[in-house]
């Protein structure tokens, strides 16, 4: 079992910033890919970012040009900077990852999500 925490949601002001992280634990031998989404109350659980183990980025129509997303593989943590937030934005966001774990076995876990609330 591979288990993701996130963390960094809160209650904001429209145009301040957050930076949410998520923690990836258990007996992992490596991660394929890194992602976050987001489920806005009465909608459908959308793409935000997703980051490959080669680096490269892919971002949500959404969100292009205010977020960004990273990781740090020593620490199997995988961020998402958002700048200017937009009430719109509020959402539960959601961290994934897929890859190998205990040498040979295959994971694709979701974490338990932090609330991201954007006020006007």
């Known amino acids: 079992q591979v288990r993701l925490v996130e963390s960094g949601g809160g209650l904001v002001q429209a145009g301040e910033s957050l930076r949410l992280s998520c923690a990836a634990s258990g007996s992992i031998s490596s991660i394929k890919t890194m992602g976050w989404y987001r489920q806005a109350p009465g909608k459908q659980r959308e793409l935000a970012a997703i980051?490959?183990?080669?680096?490269?980025?892919y971002y949500g129509d959404s969100v292009k040009g205010r977020f960004t997303i990273s990781r740090d593989n020593a620490k199997n943590t995988v961020y998402l900077q958002i700048n200017s937030l937009k009430p719109e934005d509020t959402a539960v966001y959601y961290c994934?990852?897929?890859?190998?774990?205990?040498?040979?076995?295959?994971?694709?876990?979701w974490g338990q999500g932090t609330q991201v609330t954007v006020s006007s």
């Open positions: 980051i490959s183990s080669d680096g490269s980025t």
């Open positions: 994934h990852a897929n890859g190998v774990r205990n040498g040979y076995l295959s994971f694709d876990s």
